[in-house]
């Protein structure tokens, strides 16, 4: 099940929704909708969905997806059966009235060798990762929102051997692996009557579940350093995404995220732990509707005296 369940309160952009080369559509507090078209951000001009009509199809979405959305609890974030995602913010935190995004998910999955024929991907670094992999490196991707950071982990992970166990923990759920021996833990949203069971509750409880590989899906909070105890534990062959705008910028955002852990460790003593840990970081943008890899870069070393990484650059996109 997916958009069928939407579909009854949006009427005015069922074409927009039921669109495979549309992958985003999000409707402004004005009423303009605007939607991405194979990375293309563009208006939909004939389009416009009046606020009285928005407002009570976010409500019904809403409940149609077992939560709430009013005054009172103004944002609503939530995911359909398929994976696709739905996010609404109401007056007054929306300015100028309801906001609408709609961004789907695609079942189709890219392979390696797909992404290197399509120009995401280089030969040289695919084949430089396909090592590490073999090597249990532990590689973290970067990039922003939208330039594919899942679709390559997802295309990287399929060359993991098919005699391990991987154990993959999301938010959401988005990787698809087809391996023999894979365990999924995703996380929930504190509920009525039901507690909230973090990324940081999974990471702690996958070690106890004999994982050859983790596979987390983005590295938002605290789970950074629980995931940092792991891989220094003898838990390597990681794959992990992060938001980052460069490779050399993954690194200061993973040493927030552990600083949100609230443990009590020297700065330089968490950047050093970083370092021992990671051994590869791959960046990844989009620029005019192209998704592709920028950057690969080998972490070398910490120097705490000048609070400075060395990096080796394995490649850099031209």
Same mark, same amino acid.
């Given at each position: 099940?997916?958009?069928?369940? $939407?579909?009854?309160?949006?009427?005015?952009?069922?074409? @927009?929704?039921?669109?495979?080369?549309?992958?985003?559509?999000?409707?402004?507090?004005?009423?303009? %909708?605007? $939607?991405?078209?194979?990375? &293309?951000?563009?208006?939909?001009?004939?389009?416009?969905?009046?606020?009285?009509?928005?407002?009570?199809?976010?409500?019904?979405?809403?409940?149609?997806?077992?939560?709430?959305?009013?005054?009172?609890?103004? @944002?609503?974030?939530?995911? @359909?059966?398929?994976?696709?995602?739905?996010?609404?913010?109401?007056?007054?935190?929306?300015?100028?009235?309801?906001?609408?995004?709609? !961004? *789907?998910?695609?079942?189709?999955?890219?392979?390696?060798?797909?992404?290197?024929? %399509?120009?995401?991907? +280089?030969?040289?670094?695919?084949?430089?990762?396909?090592?590490?992999?073999?090597?249990?490196?532990?590689?973290?991707?970067?990039?922003?929102?939208?330039?594919? *950071?899942?679709?390559?982990?997802?295309?990287?992970?399929?060359?993991? +051997?098919?005699?391990?166990?991987?154990?993959?923990?999301?938010?959401? +759920?988005?990787?698809?692996?087809?391996?023999?021996?894979?365990?999924?833990?995703?996380?929930?949203? &504190?509920?009525?009557?039901?507690?909230?069971?973090?990324?940081?509750?999974?990471?702690?409880?996958?070690?106890?579940?004999?994982?050859? !590989?983790?596979?987390?899906?983005?590295?938002?909070?605290?789970?950074?350093?629980?995931?940092?105890?792991?891989?220094?534990?003898?838990?390597?062959?990681?794959?992990?995404?992060?938001?980052?705008?460069? +490779?050399?910028?993954?690194?200061?955002?993973?040493?927030?995220?552990?600083?949100?852990?609230?443990?009590? @460790?020297?700065?330089?003593?968490?950047?050093?732990?970083?370092?021992?840990?990671?051994?590869?970081?791959?960046?990844? &943008?989009?620029?005019?509707?192209?998704?592709?890899?920028?950057?690969?870069? &080998?972490?070398?070393?910490?120097?705490?005296?000048?609070? *400075?990484?060395?990096?080796?650059?394995?490649?850099?996109?031209?």
């Amino acid at each position: 099940m997916g958009f069928e369940l $939407i579909l009854p309160f949006l009427r005015p952009i069922e074409a @927009l929704i039921l669109d495979n080369h549309i992958s985003e559509i999000m409707v402004n507090g004005s009423g303009r %909708i605007f $939607i991405e078209r194979n990375g &293309e951000l563009s208006e939909v001009a004939d389009s416009r969905l009046t606020e009285k009509n928005l407002q009570v199809a976010v409500r019904n979405i809403a409940r149609a997806l077992g939560d709430e959305i009013n005054e009172a609890q103004p @944002l609503l974030d939530s995911r @359909l059966p398929d994976g696709s995602r739905v996010a609404a913010i109401m007056p007054p935190c929306s300015i100028g009235g309801t906001t609408l995004t709609i !961004r *789907k998910f695609h079942s189709r999955q890219f392979t390696a060798e797909e992404l290197v024929r %399509i120009g995401s991907l +280089a030969p040289d670094a695919l084949q430089h990762l396909q090592h590490a992999i073999a090597e249990r490196q532990n590689i973290l991707i970067s990039g922003g929102t939208g330039t594919g *950071k899942t679709t390559l982990l997802n295309a990287l992970a399929a060359s993991i +051997a098919d005699q391990e166990r991987i154990v993959i923990i999301e938010d959401t +759920a988005e990787i698809q692996l087809d391996k023999p021996n894979v365990v999924r833990f995703e996380a929930r949203r &504190e509920q009525p009557g039901l507690p909230a069971v973090t990324i940081r509750n999974l990471v702690r409880a996958t070690l106890r579940h004999r994982p050859d !590989r983790i596979l987390l899906g983005e590295v938002r909070g605290g789970e950074a350093f629980d995931l940092l105890q792991a891989l220094n534990t003898g838990h390597s062959g990681t794959l992990s995404t992060i938001h980052a705008n460069s +490779a050399q910028q993954a690194i200061a955002r993973l040493t927030s995220c552990v600083l949100q852990a609230g443990v009590e @460790l020297p700065y330089a003593a968490i950047r050093s732990n970083i370092a021992d840990a990671v051994n590869l970081l791959l960046h990844i &943008e989009r620029r005019q509707g192209r998704r592709y890899v920028a950057e690969l870069l &080998e972490v070398e070393s910490y120097d705490p005296a000048n609070d *400075k990484y060395e990096f080796t650059t394995i490649y850099r996109r031209a």
